[in-house]
Nanobody, 114 residues
Framework: QVQLVESGGGLVQAGGSLRLSCAAS????????MGWYRQAPGNQRELVAR???????NLADPVKGRFTISRDNAKNTVYLQMNSLKPEDTAVYYC????????WGQGTQVTVSS
């Protein structure tokens, strides 16, 4: 059973920064991809950022230039650095990891005040 433990969410003012962490219970090289989705109230869950096993990254258009996804293989952890946060970034952020299955973290709340 894979466990993904997220941390780093919280309340921040617009223009501020947060860094989310997602620690996996096994070697992250074994996953095809890891990343983050988010879900705001009343909205569908949407992909925010993805990092492949080879290190390639993809960012959703609304966060390009503001968010960065990275990983620390030694710590089996993926990070989402979020800068220049906007109120519309407010959501629950979910870490995911995929091989032949998709695994999810419990979610962490990010609230950006105007």
């Amino acid at each position: 059973q894979v466990q993904l433990v997220e941390s780093g969410g919280g309340l921040v003012q617009a223009g501020g920064s947060l860094r989310l962490s997602c620690a996996a219970s096994r070697n992250i090289f074994t996953f095809n991809a890891m990343g983050w989705y988010r879900q705001a109230p009343g909205n569908q869950r949407e992909l925010v950022a993805r990092i492949g096993s080879g290190g390639s990254t993809n960012l959703a258009d609304p966060v390009k230039g503001r968010f960065t996804i990275s990983r620390d293989n030694a710590k089996n952890t993926v990070y989402l650095q979020m800068n220049s946060l906007k109120p519309e970034d407010t959501a629950v952020y979910y870490c995911f990891a995929g091989d032949s299955r998709r695994y999810w973290g419990q979610g962490t709340q990010v609230t950006v005040s105007s």
